[in-house]
T-cell receptor, first 114, second 115 residues
Framework: DTGVSQDPRHKITKRGQNVTFRCDPI?????LYWYRQTLGQGPEFLTY????????KSRLLSDRFSAERPKGSFSTLEIQRTEQGDSAMYLC????????????FGAGTRLSVL | GDSVTQMEGPVTLSEEAFLTINCTYT??????LFWYVQYPGEGLQLLLK?????DKGSNKGFEATYRKETTSFHLEKGSVQVSDSAVYFC??????????????FGGGTRLMVKP
C-alpha cells in the first residue's frame, strides 16, 4: 500500500460531460504528479504540484483540463467537455522532498467516455 | 526530449527461466533510472532504481545496472516465478534540484510466466 488513494476507481461518462477525479497523497508528499496511461502504453506526464503551486504542465494538458491542489494536500483533476480520446487511466503519484525521489502511485482512475 | 525504449512483449517464460527485459534511454546528462511493476488490477510499484552510472539496483531477485556507455538499464532475474507475471515499465527522471523530476516511461513489457 503506497498510501496514495484515488477516487473514483472507475468513471463512465458520456461525451461532452465534465468529470472530476480526486487524489489523496500522504501528508509528507509535498510533490504531487498526474499522469495519463492509455491502453498498452506507458504513463505520460500531465502536470505536477509543489505543495499548492502548479509548476509545470505538459502539452498533453489541453485547455479542457484543469488541476488544483488548493491546500497542498489532496488534488483534483477536472476534464471539461469530455471526448472519446480522453478515455484512459489517470494516475496520481506523490513524493517527498525534491530531486529524483521515489514516486508513490495510486491505483488510478479509469475513465471511459462513451 | 527524454525518451525510453523497452522491448515489446509479451514475454512468455516457463517458471525458473532466466529473464531479461531490455531498456535503453535518451536523455541529456545523467538521469535517474527506475523499473516499476504493475500487477493486474493494481497501481505502479517501484521495483528498483539507480541514480548514477554503474549503480546496480536490486530487489526481490531482480537486478538492473545503470550503463552510461550504452545508455541502458536492462532488467534481469535469474529464476522467474508465476507470481512475477506483470507489466514492467522502465522510466527515467530529470536532473537537478529544480527539475520537475517527472518520470518518462517506456511502453511497458508484459511478462507471463507459466508453471
Amino acid at each position: 500500500d503506497t498510501g496514495v488513494s484515488q477516487d473514483p476507481r472507475h468513471k463512465i461518462t458520456k461525451r461532452g460531460q465534465n468529470v472530476t477525479f480526486r487524489c489523496d497523497p500522504i501528508s509528507e508528499h509535498n510533490r504531487l504528479y498526474w499522469y495519463r496511461q492509455t491502453l498498452g502504453q506507458g504513463p505520460e506526464f500531465l502536470t505536477y504540484f509543489q505543495n499548492e503551486a502548479q509548476l509545470e504542465k505538459s502539452r498533453l494538458l489541453s485547455d479542457r483540463f484543469s488541476a488544483e491542489r488548493p491546500k497542498g494536500s489532496f488534488s483534483t483533476l477536472e476534464i471539461q467537455r469530455t471526448e472519446q480520446g480522453d478515455s484512459a487511466m489517470y494516475l496520481c503519484a506523490g513524493t517527498k522532498g525534491q530531486g529524483a525521489n521515489i514516486q508513490y502511485f495510486g491505483a488510478g482512475t479509469r475513465l471511459s467516455v462513451l | 526530449g527524454d525518451s525510453v525504449t523497452q522491448m515489446e512483449g509479451p514475454v512468455t517464460l516457463s517458471e525458473e527461466a532466466f529473464l531479461t527485459i531490455n531498456c535503453t534511454y535518451t536523455a541529456t546528462g545523467y538521469p535517474s533510472l527506475f523499473w516499476y511493476v504493475q500487477y493486474p488490477g493494481e497501481g505502479l510499484q517501484l521495483l528498483l532504481k539507480a541514480t548514477k552510472a554503474d549503480d546496480k539496483g536490486s530487489n526481490k531477485g531482480f537486478e538492473a545496472t545503470y550503463r552510461k556507455e550504452t545508455t541502458s538499464f536492462h532488467l534481469e532475474k535469474g529464476s522467474v516465478q508465476v507470481s512475477d507475471s506483470a507489466v514492467y515499465f522502465c522510466a527515467l527522471s530529470g536532473l537537478g534540484f529544480d527539475a520537475g523530476n517527472m518520470l518518462t516511461f517506456g511502453g511497458g513489457t508484459r511478462l507471463m510466466v507459466k508453471p
